[in-house]
T-cell receptor, first 114, second 116 residues
Framework: GQQLNQSPQSMFIQEGEDVSMNCTSS?????WLWYKQDPGEGPVLLIA?????ELTSNGRLTAQFGITRKDSFLNISASIPSDVGIYFC??????????????FGKGTKLSVKP | GAGVSQSPSNKVTEKGKDVELRCDPI?????LYWYRQSLGQGLEFLIY????????KSGLPSDRFSAERTGGSVSTLTIQRTQQEDSAVYLC??????????????FGEGSWLTVV
């Protein structure tokens, strides 16, 4: 079945550093979604991307929908301790498929050293 | 309500008992998803409802798991004869429409199930 490869799986960074994570697939998507999950909470939507090449920012977060429609990245600038959590990408497939055409990456666990 | 609402938020049950988890999606959302998340792990797809179409049950791990969605709104996930490996967070999500139509999916806070 379709898969999303999300990397890195985990990362430790120094406060103030920039962070980058990405998701890739062999499938074509028409939507990319990035979520953050804090401990004990459900995933919260950070950024939604709907067009190939789209670059969208939300505060210190920037995400892009790859031109090939098979990948997306999320950048966090000037990280702070509250950025700690698990970040998930999700792609919605172009027609067909199962699982509601929604595929999730396995997550990137971000830990920040204060 | 303003968001996806799930209940109970926490449930501790004895092995072998049945449990029901409820999801109340955002009003007007036709697509509803159930996922399972073990501690520190990713999201495991369970089932997907879209309008009046037959649900996609391809992710249900065994016949002890079932879900229904009455009236196209509230959904109930039922786990029969619970086992310790069923312990996890059960997350519900909804979107305005589904099927790859480019709508945002919103999650509830989850129901934390512990089987002892």
């Amino acid at each position: 079945g379709q898969q999303l490869n999300q990397s890195p799986q985990s990362m430790f960074i120094q406060e103030g550093e920039d962070v980058s994570m990405n998701c890739t697939s062999s499938s074509i998507f028409n939507t990319w979604l990035w979520y953050k999950q804090d401990p004990g909470e459900g995933p919260v939507l950070l950024i939604a991307l709907y067009k190939a090449g789209e670059l969208t920012s939300n505060g210190r977060l920037t995400a892009q929908f790859g031109i090939t429609r098979k990948d997306s990245f999320l950048n966090i600038s000037a990280s702070i301790p509250s950025d700690v959590g698990i970040y998930f990408c999700a792609g919605q497939l172009v027609g067909g498929g199962s699982q509601g055409n929604l595929i999730f990456g396995k997550g990137t666990k971000l830990s920040v050293k204060p | 309500g303003a968001g996806v609402s799930q209940s109970p938020s926490n449930k501790v049950t004895e092995k072998g008992k049945d449990v029901e988890l409820r999801c109340d999606p955002i009003s007007g959302h036709t697509a509803l998803y159930w996922y399972r998340q073990s501690l520190g792990q990713g999201l495991e797809f369970l089932i997907y409802f879209q309008g009046n179409s037959a649900p996609d049950k391809s992710g249900l791990p065994s016949d002890r798991f079932s879900a229904e969605r009455t009236g196209g709104s509230v959904s109930t996930l039922t786990i029969q004869r619970t086992q310790q490996e069923d312990s996890a967070v059960y997350l519900c999500a909804s979107s305005l429409t589904g099927g790859g139509s480019g709508n945002t999916i919103y999650f509830g806070e989850g129901s934390w199930l512990t089987v002892v």
